[in-house]
C-alpha cells in the first residue's frame, strides 16, 4: 500500500502505512522531524509486528506456540519475546481465576476456528494454565499435554512492540492499529469509535484517548453456525463453550496486550472482570445490543465498584 504522508513546518512530517499481518490490517502512523528517521522507524515497526506473528502464530509450524505444542512435555527453550508474553498470560490466569486462559486451542479447533494439526499428539482434557511451567532461561515444559493459542493476547503485545519501536526511534508520535486493537502516544486527543453490536455498520463514541491502549472484543463479523450450533472465537475458559452473547467489550489499559487479554475476561464474566480490571489499572466500557433502549442498545462502564450504566455518549466523556 502507498504510504499516505504529510509535511507541516510546525510539527514535522506525518507518515501512515498499512500492511496485512496477524490476520488483519495494521495501520502504522507517525509522526517525526524527517522523512527518513520516519521510514526507518516505521519499517522497524513492521518487522517487529512481523516478528511476533511468526514466533506466535498457531498456523506456522516453525512458530515456539507449535513447536511447544508437538514438544511441550519434554521442555523446549523458547524466545524471550514468547516467555513475556507466556509469563504474562500466567499473571492473567492467576488474576482471573483461570477465565483467562491459553490452553483454550482444542476449543477453538473444536469450534472451527483453528485448524487441526495432524501432527499434535492429543491434548489432556483436564489440562489448563496451571500446567505450563515457565523455566530459567526462557524455557518452557508442560506438566500435562496440552495445546496454547496465543491469539488473545499476542496481537496486542504486537502492538505494543511496534509503538516501541516508533518510540526508541524517537518520534513525537505514533500510533498502531491492528484490527481493533490500538496504541498511541504524543497526540491531542483522539475520539474512539466502535460498531454497534448490534448493527455492525453503526459506529459509537467509545471515549477520547491521547495517550494509552484500547482493545475491543465482539462477534459482529465471527458469529457462525457450526454442527448446528452457534459459535463464535470467543471461548469462556470456565465452560470451554463460546460466547454468544450479542455484546462489545472495550478495555482501555496502559499496555495493547493487557488490553486484548481482558476484553476476553470481561465478555466471559462481567461481573467477576472487575477485580481483574482493578488489578491491572484497566477499565472497560460494554455495550449490549437491547431494541427496548435510546439507540438500541446499553453501555456500561466499569469501576472498583461494579457496572454503572451510562447514556452511549457518555462513553466518549
Known amino acids: ?166 518510540q526508541d526511534a524517537g518520534l513525537l508520535a505514533g500510533r498502531v492499529n491492528a484490527g481493533g486493537d490500538l496504541r498511541l502516544f504524543g497526540e491531542a486527543a483522539e475520539t474512539i469509535r466502535v460498531r454497534h453490536p448490534g448493527a455492525a455498520t453503526q459506529l459509537l463514541p467509545l471515549c477520547q484517548l491521547r495517550e494509552g491502549a484500547v482493545a475491543t472484543s465482539a462477534s459482529y463479523f465471527s458469529q457462525r453456525q457450526h454442527q448446528g450450533r452457534v459459535v463464535t472465537p470467543l471461548i469462556n475458559a470456565a465452560t470451554r463453550q463460546p460466547c454468544i452473547d450479542t455484546r462489545s467489550v472495550s478495555v482501555l489499559a496502559d499496555q495493547c496486550m493487557l488490553a486484548d487479554a481482558l476484553t476476553k475476561v470481561v465478555f466471559a464474566e462481567p461481573d467477576q472482570a472487575i477485580a481483574v480490571l482493578d488489578h491491572f489499572g484497566a477499565h472497560a466500557v460494554m455495550i449490549d445490543a437491547d431494541p427496548t433502549l435510546p439507540a438500541y442498545c446499553r453501555v456500561r462502564l466499569s469501576d472498583s465498584t461494579g457496572w454503572r450504566d451510562a447514556l452511549p455518549e457518555a462513553a466518549a466523556e
Open 1 to 166: 500500500m502507498n504510504p499516505i504522508a504529510a509535511a507541516s513546518p510546525q510539527h514535522g512530517d506525518t507518515l501512515t502505512r498499512a500492511r496485512p499481518l496477524l490476520g488483519t490490517l495494521v495501520e502504522i502512523s507517525a509522526r517525526g522531524t524527517s522523512g527518513h528517521t520516519l521510514n526507518t522507524a516505521i519499517e522497524r515497526a513492521f518487522v517487529a509486528v512481523a516478528r511476533i506473528q511468526a514466533l506466535m502464530s498457531y498456523h506456522d509450524p516453525q512458530s515456539d506456540v507449535s513447536r511447544l505444542n508437538r514438544n511441550g512435555t519434554a521442555g523446549i527453550t523458547v524466545d524471550p519475546h514468547t516467555w513475556f508474553v507466556l509469563d504474562t498470560a500466567r499473571a492473567l490466569a492467576e488474576a482471573s481465576n483461570g477465565l483467562f486462559d491459553i490452553s483454550i486451542a482444542p476449543d477453538l479447533v473444536r469450534e472451527g476456528f483453528l485448524p487441526h494439526h495432524a501432527d499434535l499428539a492429543p491434548a489432556d482434557a483436564a489440562a489448563n494454565w496451571q500446567h505450563i511451567e515457565l523455566l530459567p532461561d526462557h524455557r518452557v515444559r508442560f506438566s500435562r499435554p496440552l495445546h496454547i493459542d496465543l491469539g488473545g493476547i499476542a496481537k496486542g503485545y504486537a502492538v505494543d512492540c511496534a509503538i516501541r519501536a516508533l
